[in-house]
């Protein structure tokens, strides 16, 4: 009995799914057809960065930088950048390098990748580490991408189709619990990006014998700034700063897991106060240059939390700089870190450094630093024993995507090791 059932759900339409193709249109996909052309993407697996695949990457990455500036965004451009093939030869010798002796990397076969909404351009990422490290993929995304985001993905589309390269399948489908489980069962490891409800959505759904599941839930991420480094700073250096840290906050609208929702001083704010204003104005100032121009939406979002802080006394001064900036500063204590984003921080101010490591809470991921040396940060980071914080990079370099993420190796974590002695 279950051959005729077989043949009949082969050719019955599933959630409506439809698969990206190369000449930028979409086209249906039926529940038996996938499956097939999932199991057939599997066996067509690849060695850990090929000089084919590498090549590939890199050529799409070289397109993009010769497009005009106006053309791309600035995550865009980023991703360019981290996908030169200079860059790919870096991050094939540092994953080499990391492996134990006498251990050979394999793919680990079909990896199943949801990325968030909110931040699209992280499938990129995802993906790459992925396609590099030899494995089959498929990608759900949302249903409607930005223009710059489709561009992006029809230049690899192209590039795989010209390399007869058919293991990798981009998809976007209602949600379906019933395709997700099938789609899981299919894969030897799921990626789920988007928050704590998609990763408990996800968690029981099976995977293939050995499968890994690897979870990216809900982040939030701060700043540090030293107060004294503030006060001395000279003009270049404070423009170089801030527009460091525009690129922080504003290039993915604050929505990025490892954007600062907070920015702590260390000092306080008699001393230190004049010197955090005019930072923020000059930010503000940065943000209206770059035309930064929230929704109404945020921006109505944001007063509502600053009344809100105000009015349950956690903030002793707000301030609307602009519809692209609100500022709360915050009274003593520690509270909860809320990501309003579209440009709301929270200003709180520090005895010390080495007081941040009593605040680092599980799901603090990334922590952006100015005016502290390694030695500071390392004896921070070594006090906290908790599970939190997972980056302490400088200002500017919090959407820096690295191969290691969230604690995880994803390179290691997208590869099995055959042991060979």
């Not at 991420?221 to 525009?246: C, H, M, N, Q, T």
């Not at 809470?361 to 630093?369: F, G, I, K, S």
Request: aromatic share 8%.
């Amino acid at each position: 009995m279950s051959l005729p059932q077989r043949t009949a759900d082969r050719n019955r339409p599933i959630a409506a799914v439809t698969i990206f193709d190369e000449d930028g249109g979409r086209t249906p996909c039926h529940a038996g057809d996938l499956r097939v052309r999932l199991e057939k993407a599997r066996q067509a697996t690849a060695a850990s960065f090929s000089a084919a695949r590498v090549d590939l990457v890199a050529g799409v990455a070289s397109r993009i930088l010769s497009l005009p500036k106006h053309l791309t965004a600035p995550g865009i451009v980023h991703f360019a950048y981290w996908t030169r093939r200079a860059a790919l030869y870096r991050l094939g010798r540092s994953f080499q390098a990391r492996l134990p002796d006498g251990c050979l990397a394999k793919p680990r076969g079909l990896a199943f990748h949801l990325p968030p909404q909110n931040v699209e351009a992280i499938f990129l990422y995802s993906w790459v580490i992925a396609f590099l490290t030899g494995n089959a993929n498929i990608v759900r995304l949302p249903s409607e991408l930005s223009p710059q985001i489709q561009g992006v993905l029809d230049l690899f589309l192209e590039a795989l189709a010209s390399a007869a390269e058919d293991s990798q399948i981009f998809v976007t489908y209602p949600v379906s619990e019933d395709l997700n489980r099938d789609i899981s069962a299919q894969s030897d490891v799921r990626l789920v990006w988007g928050g704590d409800a998609k990763v408990r959505a996800f968690a029981p759904l099976p995977l293939r014998h050995g499968g890994k599941a690897i979870w990216f839930g809900d982040r939030v991420s701060f700043a540090v700034l030293d107060g004294e480094a503030l006060v001395g700073l000279s003009p270049a250096a404070r423009e170089e700063l801030v527009s460091r840290l525009y690129n922080d906050i504003f290039i993915f609208d604050q929505m990025a897991c490892s954007s600062p929702q907070v920015i702590h001083v260390v000092g306080d704010r008699t001393r230190h106060g004049e010197a955090v204003a005019r930072l923020l104005d000059d930010l503000d100032r940065v943000a209206a240059r770059k035309n930064t121009v929230p929704a109404t939406g945020q921006v109505i979002r944001k007063m509502t939390a600053l009344c809100t802080l105000a009015g349950q006394g956690h903030a002793v001064e707000g301030k609307r700089l602009s519809n692209a900036l609100t500022v709360a500063t915050m009274a003593g204590g520690d509270f909860p870190i809320a990501a309003i984003g579209g440009g709301f921080l929270q200003i709180r101010y520090l005895s010390a450094l080495d007081a941040l490591s009593d605040r680092i809470a599980e799901n603090h991921q990334t922590l952006t630093y100015f005016g502290f040396g390694q030695a500071e940060l390392s004896r921070m980071a070594e006090r906290s024993t908790g599970q939190g914080l997972s980056r302490i990079v400088p200002v500017g370099e919090a959407l820096d995507f690295s191969a290691v993420w969230d604690g995880y190796d994803l390179p290691g974590e997208l590869s099995r090791l055959v042991t060979i002695r």
